[in-house]
């Protein structure tokens, strides 16, 4: 297992713009696909966006294609989720999570390692 450690979350309003950041350590960074999450109060945990592991494919919840971005540097064991034009209904905690699988997966349950989690709000 790896340990991550998400950073950058925060309050913005609607239309807005934030970057999250995602600091790996702990096993060798490039052998692991990344996936984003993110839980509202009351709901259930969901998908928000996944990057394989050379960063060349990356797939999206339909709710952010187009506002989200997921990125990784693996150099500096990162990987990162650019947020544009933010909406109310993106509050949320968001977390990093790690796969030692091939693929790309959209399924929580398919990764083994898990951040503490960044809360994000966004105001109207």
């Known amino acids: 297992q790896v340990q991550l450690v998400e950073s950058g979350g925060g309050l913005v309003q609607a239309g807005g713009s934030l970057r999250l950041s995602c600091a790996v350590s702990?096993?060798?960074?490039?052998?692991?696909?990344m996936g984003w999450f993110r839980q509202a109060p009351g709901k259930e945990r969901e998908f928000v966006g996944a990057?394989?592991?050379?960063?060349?494919?990356?797939t999206y919840q339909d709710s952010v294609k187009g506002r989200f971005t997921i990125s990784r540097d693996n150099a500096k064991n990162t990987v990162y989720l650019q947020m544009n034009s933010l909406k109310p209904e993106d509050t949320a905690t968001y977390y990093c999570?790690?796969?030692?699988?091939?693929?790309?997966?959209?399924?929580?349950?398919?990764?083994?390692?898990w951040g503490q989690g960044t809360q994000l709000t966004v105001s109207s």
């Open positions: 999570a790690a796969t030692g699988g091939t693929y790309i997966d959209t399924r929580p349950d398919a990764y083994d390692s």
């Open positions: 702990g096993r060798t960074f490039r052998n692991y696909a």
């Open positions: 990057i394989s592991r050379s960063g060349s494919s990356t």
